[in-house]
């Protein structure tokens, strides 16, 4: 079992930048592939980002392709996502998550239970 606690979310203006952090605990954090997904009020959760088990491998979703920027330390049990150039649409509630199966794509399979990213116009 694992557990995740995101933190790091907050109030900032268009154009700024915020940076979560998801610390885990539990089973071993350096097996698998951590993932940050977002959902906005009415919309479904959303794929941001991933990083393979080792973080020689991202992925990002093109929305936010070349503004954030993500991490992990696994010496640590965080990881990271750096958000730069927010936008209004950014705001939603970020999760992170961790997958322990191949690919970083699909079923997730431990959840944080949200920050909350608001960007002001």
């Known amino acids: 079992q694992v557990q995740l606690v995101d933190s790091g979310g907050g109030l900032v203006q268009a154009g700024g930048s915020l940076s979560l952090s998801c610390a885990a605990s539990g089973r071993a954090f350096s097996s698998y592939h951590m993932g940050w997904f977002r959902q906005a009020p009415g919309k479904e959760r959303e794929f941001v980002a991933a990083?393979?088990?080792?973080?020689?491998?991202?992925s990002y979703a093109d929305s936010v392709k070349g503004r954030f920027t993500i991490s992990r330390d696994n010496a640590k049990n965080t990881g990271h996502l750096q958000m730069n150039s927010l936008k209004p649409e950014d705001t939603a509630v970020y999760y992170c998550?961790?997958?322990?199966?191949?690919?970083?794509?699909?079923?997730?399979?431990?959840w944080g239970q949200g920050t909350q990213v608001t960007v002001s116009s």
């Open positions: 990083i393979t088990s080792s973080g020689s491998f991202t």
């Open positions: 998550a961790l997958r322990g199966r191949t690919g970083l794509r699909g079923e997730y399979d431990y």
